[in-house]
């Protein structure tokens, strides 16, 4: 397999773990992520001083060398398919993707086609990130099956490690809508004696737990809060609906970006999404304030009111603010004119 080599020395003061001190040296041009790097000292690919290194754990010294070994990426086994996409901006490190509603963003064992990547490698051709060691597109961040909205995508190495240290460290903008039973409001006094829901200053709620997979139900998440993984919701009510106000349209921010995040955060805070079977939001409209029409537009509504309106990153080449927005699509919009109907 062809190869290329990083040749590098360790800086002063070096971390105590070999991989945390490999991803402060490292050249920036080499685009190798810490996890990449510890996935070749695993593999061998790593020496110091003209000896292997396989334990990520080792220590290092100033002045060692260090010569990584990186293979060549190779070419995916995923299938490219000529699958129109609605690209709301490109460029030759990135694009901006309006995904839609039932599509699946990367090929898993029960959709190995029709996907998101299956599209990308098609519009893409040999314009791909090579990082993890195969060139494909660089998913960064995903979105559910039945969302709907906007992705970045990188298309370059400088771009992927760029674009995902942005989601690690929480700094990109996504801004979703949802349409949910109930309207979140701090007068409500089952809110306030919810654990890990609060309200900040302009009744904006907010939602602190850990999330990880349900115990019984492998494609449920379920709110926990000891162990799993740290998760922030921040919600808040752009227009009530119905006669008396029984739905909401909310605007959700995410500090965090876990699976189902928003989905099982406003569950559990009793505010599930309509239309989402998965977590209680499968049940009909109060019949006080709502006409037969908006009851049977939610009865065919066949997924959960999100869509992922608002998207903000910072440009990993340019170091330029992108900011895109994408219109709710037609069968949200349709379901929100009907409520309001």
Known sequence: ?????????????????????????VPEEAHLSRTRLARLVEEGAVSVNGAEARDVKSRVAEGDEVVITV????????????IPLDIVYEDADLLVV??????VVHPAPGTPRGTLVNALLHHCGGDLS?????????????????????????????????????FEAHSAERV????????PDAADPRLGGLRGVG???????RITTQLARH???????????DGGKHAVTRAQVTERLGDPASVALIECRLETGRTHQIRVHLAYA????????????????????????????????????????????????SGEPLRFDARLPEDMAGLLAALRG
Do not use: C, W
């Open 199 to 205: 309200f900040e200053p302009g009744n904006v709620l």
């Open 215 to 225: 115990r019984t139900d492998r494609q449920k998440q379920a709110v926990l809060f």
């Open 1 to 25: 397999m062809a190869s290329t080599q990083v040749v590098f020395t360790i800086a002063a003061n070096p971390p105590p773990r070999l991989d945390k001190a490999l991803s402060r040296d």
């Open 98 to 103: 309006n995904k839609p509603a039932g599509m």
């Open 130 to 166: 090579g990082v993890g060691g195969v060139r494909r597109p660089g998913i960064v961040h995903r979105i559910d099956k039945d969302t709907s909205g906007l992705l970045v995508v990188a298309k370059s190495d400088q771009a992927h490690h760029g674009l995902a240290a942005q």
């Open 270 to 317: 009793g505010h599930g999404l309509l239309g989402d079977p998965v977590y209680g939001g499968r049940r009909g409209l109060p019949k006080r304030g709502f006409s037969a029409e908006a009851a049977e537009t939610l009865a065919t509504f066949n997924r959960q009111a999100l869509h992922a309106g608002h998207l903000g990153v910072i440009h990993p080449a």
């Open 71 to 82: 293979p060549v990426a190779e070419e995916s086994d995923i299938l490219p398919e000529n």
């Open 176 to 183: 979703y809508q949802a349409i949910v039973y109930g309207v």
